[in-house]
């Protein structure tokens, strides 16, 4: 899955990709590198972000949607936790829901996933951006993550949504320190266990910037140890910034499990 931020302030691509014609462009790239979805999204989550009201995500995010969604193949997802402009991008050709709140932030979201029979991705959050990362403490941080996740994708299902659509991800970065972060990547298996598919997204995040001592263009090493240790833990979506690295990294990995090259290239 590849990170495509329409937003003037993400932490990492912000403000490169504002414009829909660039976007486009970025996500054409990003598909001939191997992405096999572009996530798109319009108001960045890193810590300490304000909320984006409602008009100006949709001025954001639409047009680069209908682009994106009418030029490639490649499945768009919308990174949003705004039933609105869930539904909007959903008209607009996006196929997968990218929620960070886990259906808490839009009473409304739930019905919207059930309602179209989308894709939904259910992230663990402790708290909201603006004051997650003060303090985090869990009791166990891989059990109470997986407790979370387990009962997000259980009121999903009441509201409609079919478990086959549901994925769940343990929100690296939101609301964890370095430890928790450095646990959930440990413990991946234990989340992998519930049966749900795992999505996870450890792109350039500060944890690494801690462990490396690296600004946010020097963490592709670090991001990549952390795609190799969810895959082997049984990840099946990883979201990135870097796509090409990562789609050779799990190229080989899986040319090792299996004993052979890829089918493609016999
Ligand atoms: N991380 C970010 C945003 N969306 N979605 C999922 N499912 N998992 C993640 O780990 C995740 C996410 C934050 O990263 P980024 O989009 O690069 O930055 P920003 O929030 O500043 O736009």
């Excluded at 109470?144 to 009962?151: I, M, Q």
């Excluded at 999903?156 to 646990?183: C, E, M, Y």
Aim: net charge positive.
């Amino acid at each position: 899955m590849a990170v495509l931020n329409v937003t003037p302030d993400s932490f990492s691509d912000g403000g490169r990709h504002l414009d829909p014609g660039l976007a486009r462009a970025r996500a054409e790239a990003l598909a001939a590198e191997g992405a096999d979805v572009i996530d798109i999204g319009g108001e960045s989550t890193r810590p300490g972000a304000a909320p984006v009201p409602l008009d100006e995500e949709l001025r954001r995010v639409i047009p680069v949607v209908r682009r994106v969604a009418k030029a490639l193949r490649v499945p768009v997802s919308v990174d949003t936790s705004k039933a609105e402009v869930a539904q909007r991008a959903l008209d607009a050709g996006a196929r997968i829901i990218n929620d960070v709140t886990a259906l808490r932030g839009d009473p409304a979201m739930a019905a919207v996933a059930a309602r179209t029979g989308t894709q939904i991705i259910l992230m663990h959050m402790r708290g909201i951006p603006g004051t997650m990362q003060r303090r985090p403490r869990y009791r166990d941080v891989v059990r109470d993550v997986a407790a979370f996740l387990e009962e997000a994708a259980r009121r999903a299902q009441a509201a409609g949504i079919a478990r086959r659509r549901i994925w769940l991800d343990p929100g690296l970065g939101f609301g964890k320190t370095v430890s928790h972060n450095l646990a959930l990547l440990g413990g991946l298996d234990r989340l992998a266990a519930l049966g749900y598919p795992v999505v996870i997204g450890p792109s350039r995040k500060s944890f690494l910037g801690a462990l490396l001592d690296a600004d946010i263009g020097e963490r592709l090493a670090g991001t990549l140890a952390c795609v190799a240790a969810a895959w082997q833990r049984g990840a099946r979506m990883v979201r990135v910034h870097d796509v090409r690295p990562a789609v050779e990294l799990l190229t080989v990995l899986q040319a090792i499990e299996h004993g052979h090259a890829p089918r493609r290239e016999h």
